[in-house]
């Protein structure tokens, strides 16, 4: 039930911004972002202690987050795969191609474009996002059939992220707050408690990042509760 919100310039060489909201059960333990992989060197991003992968990685001009979508392929129990290595292999430049996991939406920016690799467990879509603001949760890129889709990609498509420097991100984060106010259990939620409607997950912390020819910039802040909002201080 993750949230990402992508801007994609009109000029390739101007920065693409993205914020990304991750919810997870909040008793399964992660690393904040950091260096975690020393079989892959320059990679940095929120990793998933259990299984060892990313929820979100970035290398270079590369960056890659995955959300969890309804599907399951036809394996047996003990072959289905974590997700989280797809997000490793991406920032490497690998993508999926037959993947052995549950459902997902993998969000890559590359080369200074951004893709979204979906995957139902039958079959692998990408689709390159066009220049605009764009939104990716649980369904399809932009699908105002998802009801916080429908209520906040307006919003933020009509809010600033310029600036070459300084928090870019300050009226995104005010958008976010204002969507907060509506209830963590509302589907119209980004910052979500999801235990209402039969999953353990809850929000438990942002990313915002900046890719460019010169690079990936990622910062990381975790809400003081889960599935409550809080001032975000992006460090």
């Not at 987050?65 to 920032?91: F, K």
Request: hydrophobic fraction near 40%.
């Amino acid at each position: 039930m993750c949230t990402v919100i992508i801007r994609v310039p009109e000029v390739v060489t101007e920065p693409i911004r993205l914020l990304a909201v991750r919810d997870e059960d909040p008793d399964r333990p992660w690393n904040p972002l950091g260096p975690w992989w020393s079989d892959r060197p320059g990679v940095v991003g929120v990793q998933d202690r259990l299984a060892g992968g990313a929820w979100l990685a970035a290398r270079e001009d590369r960056l890659a987050v995955l959300l969890n979508r309804a599907g399951e392929p036809e394996l047996p129990v003990e072959q289905i795969t974590s997700r989280g290595a797809i997000v490793l292999d991406a920032v490497v430049g690998v993508e999926p191609t037959a993947p052995s996991t549950l459902g997902f939406n993998l969000v890559t920016v590359a080369g200074g474009k951004v893709s979204v690799s979906s995957w139902d467990g039958r079959s692998l879509q990408v689709q390159g996002l066009a220049p605009g603001t764009h939104m990716v949760a649980h369904d399809d890129v932009d699908d105002r059939r998802t009801p916080r889709i429908a209520a906040w990609l307006d919003v933020f498509a009509s809010a600033s992220t310029g600036g070459a420097s300084g928090e870019w991100w300050r009226e995104w984060l005010e958008v976010l707050e204002r969507s907060a106010r509506i209830g963590s259990d509302d589907d119209r939620a980004i910052i979500r408690d999801n235990r209402p409607h039969g999953y353990p997950t809850q929000s438990l912390l942002a990313c915002v990042a900046t890719i460019d020819a010169g690079g990936s910039d990622v910062k990381y802040a975790e809400l003081a509760r889960p599935g409550k909002w809080s001032p975000l201080s992006f460090a």
